[in-house]
DNA sequence: GCATTAACCACAG
DNA sequence: CTGTGGTTAATGC
């Protein structure tokens, strides 16, 4: 799908860094992004392809995941607005990592000789990208801890509190099978299943197939702060 | 030693 | 795809 011109203009979800652009920048962004729509499970780009554009998430929900030797291992959940792939398209002429959608999703792909250009010449644009990219390495720097540290119990409600807060709401869908629960808090689809359905017997959450909802968030930051 | 944790396997909805 | 039970290996007390 084209964009249509004056659409960057007007779009309420631009990133903190396109807000900078001047109208000029912003005209020249509109002729060089295209935005695309993605159902649930489809692919946005894939580990080991060659990379082109960088991707911008307007909306919905996507993992970014890696295949491993094992498994494939679930990086982090990304809601939109936000970049996708930075990392894997700025330096690197392959993805280092795949991205799906986990819902319906829509996505700018913007070209990347506009976007470098952006940089060099607009200073508030690449400290505002700065800004994003140094909030996902901490971001990452957590997770990192948090996976190896904890235990499952408290990995699985660390999770929990991670949904509740990108749905901004105590009751939600998984957008997971138990399998990619697993290969996000790195543990089994059994571990996942078991410990899913103590903490609904402790009455913590309530648990209905893919539905939760969260009944105790005390208890689960408890849980998820002891390890 | 004994208990706990969590992975792996297998089987049934 | 899920849930459960049995088994097993590693680790802690």
């Known amino acids: 799908m084209k964009n249509k011109s004056g659409q960057c203009n007007n779009c309420q979800l631009k990133s903190s860094s396109v807000r900078t652009l001047n109208p000029a920048e912003t005209e020249r962004l509109e002729k060089n992004c295209t935005e695309v729509h993605f159902k649930k499970n489809d692919i946005i780009f894939k580990q080991n392809a060659f990379s082109s554009n960088i991707i911008y998430l307007n909306n919905g929900l996507v993992k970014i995941h890696i295949e491993g030797p094992q498994n494939e291992q679930i990086i982090k959940v990304v809601k939109a607005p936000s970049y996708l792939g930075i990392p894997t398209t700025f330096n690197e ?8 959608a986990l819902e319906q999703t829509s996505v700018c792909f913007i070209d990347i000789d506009v976007f470098k250009d952006f940089i060099y010449k607009n200073g508030q644009f690449a400290y505002e990208l700065i800004t994003e ?13 948090n996976r190896t540290q904890k235990h499952i119990h408290g990995r699985i409600a660390d999770a929990l509190l991670f949904f509740k807060n990108t749905f901004e709401h105590n009751e939600f869908i998984l ?10 808090v790195d543990t089994s689809r059994e571990s996942v299943s ?28 408890t849980i998820s702060n002891k390890g």
């Open 93 to 100: 002429k392959i993805n280092h990592y795949s991205a799906t």
């Open 194 to 221: 078991r410990i899913l359905t103590e903490f609904k017997n402790d009455g913590i959450i309530n648990l209905n197939g893919k539905k939760v909802e969260i009944l105790n968030e005390k208890l689960l930051e």
């Open 133 to 145: 990219l140094c909030k996902n390495e901490l971001n990452s720097f957590h997770r990192c801890v």
């Open 175 to 184: 957008p997971f099978t138990r399998l990619e629960f697993g290969n996000f």
